[in-house]
């Protein structure tokens, strides 16, 4: 409607009420009113200390012809907004002794209130200044509770301070928002963001409540059945964020508070029950909640026009909100006591497990020194099974080709056999020329002689089988050597062929593996130990091999030779080398360049350990990129001191 069909307009109806309620409508709605100027002043300021209207503008009537002052509102754009936040205020020349007419037309998708207030410009400047610093003393209380939680978790990593820092400030952002203090303001003025945020602010602030609650509560706990309620509440927050923002912002702020009403019981309702099962948190929200509810409810009877509207009720909501923080802050510091008291009786039982544990381990050090000789033994029959557990694919795998050869040829086996075994007993039942003839022709029938003639092939094959799997197990056996435990001579250049042959189902395809043996005596020796020595080398060459990337030949290759009185064995790569660094702790228990889980660094650490029990040396020869080659000399004899000592 034109300002000058409103102004033929009689359908105006004097207000009932000092501040004129609105309510929610999608209509527009015009206030018309003259002021006096009783001042001395030229100028007067209209004042509407509310800033929650979408559009204002004002128009004064001069002559009844209607003239537009003023244009703004949460929708206008920045450029024509007028006034400041926590309200608008307009300049109005009104001369003294002066009375002016103006209409004034306000449209929201909130509820509307309309405060009008007329001062001289000193006196609304007080005002403001007034109004300003109770909203930076509410500001600047939940900012500094929001930083001393904040802290808090630092030092912590208590995810309920970490929660209640983000409600703090989303709280703190909705109720200035309702107060015309965009929190956001500093990254753009946005007009539609001004005209959704404090709504936009107290769907996300229910959010961070409700999970706070949760946490701080520990309605998972307490209350498994509440807790599971919850995802519901936010499929419709979001559902709602959606309807408000973008589809009807009318419908969206009608649903938006039947979410909040009914988010409040059911905090509430979470409250109560927590309290009745005895914990000490939910006494405290509910303490706090309770004192934000009664804010909230004073603000919402505001809207309903059952209270009126004053400094009280329009910050109520506020008020509510920084009792809540304080409450909950005292809760969360109460928190840190419990905390406190829970850390202070686990330590007490953790001195108390201590003690004990101190005194079943100084029982079990005297009697380590017993048992020290059999822990490094059963140490190094370990590190052997679990290389050879390693290999029992490979080993299975290889094994299984031979013993594929005899499977396969039992049942032609027995055919062919059978075919003999009944023709030759046909033979023995024949008496006559005529019945003789009869079995020749079964005879040539059956293919008789093909069958035996294929029984040698099939022989043939199966003894191949049974021939290599006995050389598989002959090797697994001369490596493994579990039942030698005893210092006897040993062919080191069979120990190397062993190894080879357990290791190559492993690595056949991938490396290559060389063998040049020397002519070298018997050494006098461990067997078993001396060959775990070979296949932990061994072992890593390969795999150091495999580690390449850069096309080079992967080879491993080990050789034997004697020199003087010692037997030495060389164990060569083409792997990716070691430094110097490396080098120098490749010994060390413990010490792995392997990826966690793939090596456990004792492999080389019981290497040296073989070695220098028998009284021998190694040497390590590496270069990044290049290989590696490790030196073993070990003396045909074994002193005997030694011998006694293992």
């Known amino acids: 409607m034109a300002p000058e069909e409103v102004l033929r307009t009689a359908h105006f109806a004097p207000s ?56 703004g509102g949460r929708l206008a754009e920045a450029e024509s907004q007028f006034g400041v936040e926590s309200g608008f205020q307009i300049t109005l020349p009104i001369a003294p002794s002066a009375e002016e007419e103006f209409f004034l037309r306000v449209r929201g998708f909130k509820p509307i209130h309309v405060p009008l207030l007329v001062a001289t410009a000193a006196n609304t400047s007080t005002a403001q200044s007034t109004s300003l610093a109770w909203i930076g003393v509410y500001a600047g209380a939940l900012i500094a509770m929001a930083l001393y939680n904040f802290f808090i978790f630092l030092s912590t990593r208590d995810r309920s301070y970490f929660l209640y820092v983000g409600y703090i400030l989303i709280i703190a952002s909705a109720q200035l928002s309702f107060l015309g203090f965009g929190p956001l303001d500093l ?245 006559t020329a005529e019945a003789l003839s009869r ?12 069958a035996i003639e294929e029984l040698d092939g099939i022989i043939a094959s199966v003894a191949e089988g049974a021939s290599r799997t006995a050389e598989i197990v002959r090797g697994l056996r001369n490596f493994s050597r579990l039942d030698e435990n005893d210092l006897k001579e040993a062919d080191l250049n069979e120990g190397l062929r062993s190894t080879m042959t357990v290791l190559g189902p492993q690595y056949r395809d991938k490396v290559e593996l060389r063998l040049e043996l020397g002519e070298i005596p018997k050494v006098e020796c461990f067997p078993g130990k001396v060959n775990q020595v070979f296949m932990n080398i061994l072992t890593n060459a390969a795999q150091a091999t495999l580690a390449r990337a850069d096309g080079r030949p992967r080879v491993v290759s080990a050789s034997t030779s004697l020199f003087e009185d010692q037997v030495h064995v060389r164990i060569s790569d083409t792997g990716i080398g070691m430094n110097d660094e490396t080098i120098a702790r490749i010994f060390d228990p413990f010490f792995t360049t392997k990826p966690v889980g793939e090596g456990t660094g004792l492999g080389l650490a019981i290497v040296y350990g073989i070695i220098n029990d028998h009284g021998g040396s190694i040497e390590v020869q590496s270069q990044p990129g290049v290989g590696t080659e490790f030196l073993i000399s070990l003396p045909l004899r074994r002193e005997r001191s030694a011998a006694k000592r293992a």
């Not at 001042?39 to 004002?58: C, K, V």
């Not at 509430?268 to 706090?288: E, N």
Request: charged fraction near 20%.
């Open 16 to 71: 009932e009420a000092e501040v004129p309620n609105l309510g929610v409508s999608r209509s527009a709605h015009w206030i018309r009113f003259r002021i006096l100027n009783d001042s001395d002043e030229p100028n007067l300021i209209l004042s509407i200390p509310y800033a929650e209207i979408d559009e204002l503008d004002l128009y004064h009537i001069h002559g009844r012809i209607p003239k537009h002052i003023a244009h």
């Open 187 to 431: 990254l753009g003025d946005s007009a539609w963001f001004n005209a959704h945020s404090s709504i936009i602010f107290a769907l996300l602030a229910v959010v961070f409540g409700m999970e706070f609650a949760r946490r701080f509560i520990g309605t998972k706990e307490l209350m498994p059945r509440l807790h599971r309620l919850v995802p519901i509440f936010y499929a419709l927050i979001g559902l709602d964020m959606a309807l408000y923002c973008f589809v009807d912002s009318w419908v969206g702020y009608q649903f938006a508070q039947a979410i909040t009403g009914w988010t409040a019981i059911y905090l509430l309702l979470m409250g109560i029950v927590g309290a009745r099962k005895g914990s000490r948190q939910a006494r405290y929200f509910l303490l706090a909640w309770s004192a934000f509810l009664v804010g909230v409810l004073v603000f919402v009877l505001k809207d309903a026009g059952v209270l009126p509207f004053n400094r009280l009720t329009q910050f109520a909501m506020p008020i509510g909100s920084a009792l809540e923080g304080v409450l909950l802050s005292f809760g969360l510091a109460d928190r840190i006591n419990v905390l406190r008291s829970e850390k202070e009786r686990l330590i007490r039982e953790q001195n108390q497990v201590l003690e004990q544990k101190v005194r079943e381990r100084t029982a079990a050090l005297q009697e380590s020194n017993d048992t020290l000789k059999r822990t490094q033994t059963q140490l190094v029959n370990s590190e052997k099974m679990a290389s050879l557990g390693q290999l029992t694919a490979g080993i299975a795998h290889e094994i299984n080709n031979p013993v594929n050869f005899i499977t396969s040829n039992i049942a032609p086996l027995r055919r062919n056999i059978s075919e003999v075994v009944h023709v030759i007993q046909e033979y023995r039942a024949a008496e």
């Open 439 to 450: 079995v020749r022709e079964e005879e040539a029938r059956m293919g008789v002689g093909e």
